[in-house]
């Protein structure tokens, strides 16, 4: 009897390929065989949140410890990984390999467009240096009213430490860049929101944004009870009162402050809703499902496009915020 090595390669009928043999890998890109297949990005969820492993989310690039990699490959779409076919076989061992297979799906029609779709982690990124720029403004802004601050004290994290070390290192980004099962269920939409704000929503500073909105000249009592959001809510609405009327924020705060209605309109309004998505997570009330779809009208998404799952409403969140 012949006994298969774990590092023997089972023949396997790639969509949009055929049949490829550990053999055949090797010539594919050559003459008529196909280079690449593609795979859903819910290969990923093995990979996620284990310590042996790194991805680079950006990519779909997968490696353990310094053993094996699955880096020759590019997202596309939302949800698809385009891999080299011959780089896979190279680079992984036969059970790696096989569940590639298992996630593979018909190779789309190829356009710019969908290279340039958002996914997760395009959004992710987007939400991270987002934060680190609101970061930055808020640094500039203490600067200039004399508190001393850096952008992480205020929301937790900066451009450069992002740039350096990958925005994907910082551990809540991680989690927020993970892939989004389709069909997502609401429970587990609703947790994915909770990740989400404990990236972004849980890092801003408060006390640091409360000396800011002293020295901006808001009434010390009025807004001696609101916390981090509402007095970042504050300086943005500030800023943007300064901006409609051609006032320095800095300069002209008295005025600023003065002009600035009691019923001003929000400019980070999204930010409370993901938190009240966060507070559906965390709290067991009863009609949870009325109260999310109440909060999907506000944010202007459509409840009843969830009937299918809850990703690409996901999607839009991330988006909004």
């Not at 609101?226 to 809510?233: A, G, N, T, V, Y």
Request: aromatic share 10%.
């Amino acid at each position: 009897m012949l006994f298969r090595s774990r590092w023997d390669y089972p023949e396997l009928d790639w969509p949009g390929v055929g049949v490829i043999t550990k053999d055949d890998a090797r010539m594919v890109g050559i003459g008529d065989h196909a280079s690449e297949v593609f795979v859903r990005d819910t290969v990923l969820g093995r990979f996620e949140g284990v310590p042996e492993f790194s991805i680079t989310p950006e990519l779909g690039a997968v490696s353990y410890r310094n053993q094996w990699g699955v880096g020759w490959c590019q997202r596309y779409g939302r949800d698809l990984i385009r891999v080299d076919l011959k780089k896979l076989y190279e680079g992984a061992p036969p059970d790696i390999v096989r569940r590639y297979y298992e996630h593979a799906v018909k190779p789309p029609v190829l356009t710019d467009r969908h290279w340039n779709d958002a996914n997760v982690a395009t959004r992710t990124k987007r939400i991270a240096f987002g934060l680190a720029d609101l970061g930055a403004w808020l640094q500039k802004l203490a600067s200039d009213l004399d508190v001393e601050a850096d952008a992480d004290e205020l929301v937790g994290v900066n451009r450069p430490d992002l740039e350096y070390e990958g925005w994907w290192s910082d551990r809540e980004f991680e989690i927020a860049a993970r892939h989004v099962p389709p069909g997502l269920s609401p429970e587990a939409f609703l947790s994915r929101c909770s990740e989400l704000h404990r990236a972004t929503v849980d890092r801003i500073g408060e006390a640091l944004l409360r000396r800011i909105v002293h020295w901006l000249g808001f009434d010390r009592e009025a807004v001696g009870e609101l916390r981090s959001l509402k007095l970042l809510e504050l300086i943005v609405a500030a800023a943007a009162e300064a901006n409609d009327s051609g006032l320095d924020l800095v300069e002209d705060r008295e005025e600023v402050v003065a002009r600035l209605s009691e019923t001003f309109k929000s400019q980070i309004s999204v930010l409370f809703k993901l938190n009240g998505l966060r507070l559906l997570d965390s709290h067991p009330y009863a009609d949870v499902a009325t109260r999310l779809a109440d909060i999907l009208r506000e944010l202007d998404i459509d409840p009843a496009s969830a009937a299918d799952g809850y990703d690409l409403l996901l999607d839009a969140v991330y988006d909004l915020v």
